[in-house]
């Protein structure tokens, strides 16, 4: 079964014979509202300028399509969920329905993304080549552990994904993990952005009553999905501790999430006053905690804070931290793995991800994880300093702004079209 739309930045090149072009199926597990899922959407857009680019999800009734999608999106109508027994059955449906959605498709070439699609495209008894993106941590992913995680390093990884052609990590950090595993031909390429567009995005105007805030305050900043991942409790005591310097000090929470009624619950135990969009009460700028749930444009809060801070326990390469740096706001990021030492500090190497000080570097503040000794405290003095060092904070930014340009489309975008057209010599290169 498919879905047609029709979204007005669906983009292709009409000036190519359609039978020429590259068909390309893009499959991951759902398009909800994740970092990963943000990234297939800019994948497939970017390469429906020169291929032929068809979605394929695992099932269209457990997405949100937040981001969009090309002109046609699969749905292989197999849902999750159920006992071990069940997963593996649900497995092997959908391996056997995109084997056949390839051959029916004349697909070139099978992209997929996360680890659920990664094993279906393996297993698909198909022709065509195949490509594994990997957008997160293997090894260090909080909510997996014991049997699973152990027969995810010593079968899963090193079997399955040798069997595709090439598996591609978005961070050095992961292709570390993944060569780890004994998986032989990975590339690292991360994540890229619209820098222009966003930075176009960013001078847009902000709603009235969060101008006057972002105008009258100084105001941190974070970014995603309310989730066990990004730590937003953490840096709620984080900012209850700040708010003890900084008396006139406002914390923006910009995205929702399951954690939702959690993180009120902590900031309201925290003595802080919380003002949200879903809730009751009317706005005001004497509230200490904003939540604005997703907002159309997050670009204009950022471009407007005094300091962006990203907590996170684990990450692939994080997209909310390039995109506040291109923004031109200060960031102070978790060295967590992986991705935000390799984009900050990408000269060093820490594998072990024990940060235990604050770590100034070039293009912003590298701090230890919410889980190491003191880190709320470490967290609370380094967020200080860099309101009370206007001058320093503001040079970070501005290296910071540069070090993001090598993440720019058109940049990232050559690597993945050298390796596309590497597995099809047999179609006119376009």
């Not at 031109?328 to 967590?336: E, F, I, K, N, Y």
Request: glycine letters at 6%.
């Amino acid at each position: 079964m498919f879905i047609k739309r029709g979204h007005d930045d669906t983009v292709s090149n009409d000036n190519v014979d359609d039978s020429k072009r590259l068909r390309l199926l893009q499959v991951i597990t759902n398009l909800g509202p994740g970092g990963a899922q943000r990234a297939f959407y800019d994948h497939c857009k970017s390469f429906a300028h020169h291929y032929n680019v068809e979605q394929v999800v695992f099932n269209q009734f457990e997405q949100s399509d937040l981001y969009g999608s090309v002109q046609v999106c699969h749905s292989l109508d197999v849902g999750g969920g159920g006992s071990v027994l069940v997963k593996l059955y649900n497995l092997l449906r959908r391996s056997f329905k995109l084997s056949h959605l390839a051959q029916r498709r004349n697909a070139d070439l099978i992209i997929s993304h996360m680890d659920g699609a990664n094993w279906v495209n393996v297993l698909a008894l198909t022709f065509c080549p195949k490509v594994l993106v990997v957008h997160g941590t293997l090894l260090r992913d909080e909510r997996i552990n014991g049997l699973y995680q152990w027969l995810r390093r010593r079968f899963i990884f090193p079997f399955l994904y040798n069997c595709a052609d090439i598996t591609v990590a978005v961070s050095d950090g992961i292709m570390a993990e993944l060569k780890q595993c004994g998986v032989r031909n990975v590339q690292s390429i991360p994540n890229f952005f619209d820098v222009a567009h966003i930075i176009k995005r960013a001078g847009e105007p902000l709603p009235e009553a969060y101008d006057e805030l972002l105008t009258r305050y100084p105001v941190l900043v974070t970014s995603g999905r309310f989730s066990e991942q990004k730590k937003q409790q953490f840096l709620i005591k984080v900012f209850s501790a700040v708010k003890l310097r900084v008396p006139g000090i406002k914390l923006v929470l910009l995205g929702d999430g399951e954690l939702r009624v959690r993180l009120l619950q902590t900031a309201t135990n925290e003595g802080l006053s919380c003002y949200c969009e879903w809730g009751p009460g009317p706005f005001s700028t004497h509230y200490d905690v904003y939540f604005p749930g997703y907002v159309a444009n997050p670009f204009s809060f950022l471009s407007r804070s005094r300091l962006f801070l990203f907590p996170s326990g684990w990450e692939g390469f994080p997209l909310a931290l390039c995109e506040a740096m291109i923004c031109g706001v200060p960031v102070l990021s978790a060295d967590c793995p992986s991705g935000p030492r390799q984009i900050l500090a990408p000269e060093t190497i820490n594998l072990h991800y024990n940060l235990a000080v604050a770590e100034a570097t070039p293009n912003g503040v590298l701090l230890p994880m919410y889980n190491q000794e003191g880190a709320i405290t470490i967290w609370r003095d380094a967020v200080v300093a860099a309101l009370n060092n206007s001058e320093s904070i503001r040079q970070m930014a501005a290296n910071a702004f540069l070090r993001v340009q090598a993440f720019d489309k058109e940049q990232v975008l050559k690597k993945w079209f050298a390796i596309i057209e590497s597995f099809l010599p047999q179609k006119e290169q376009l």
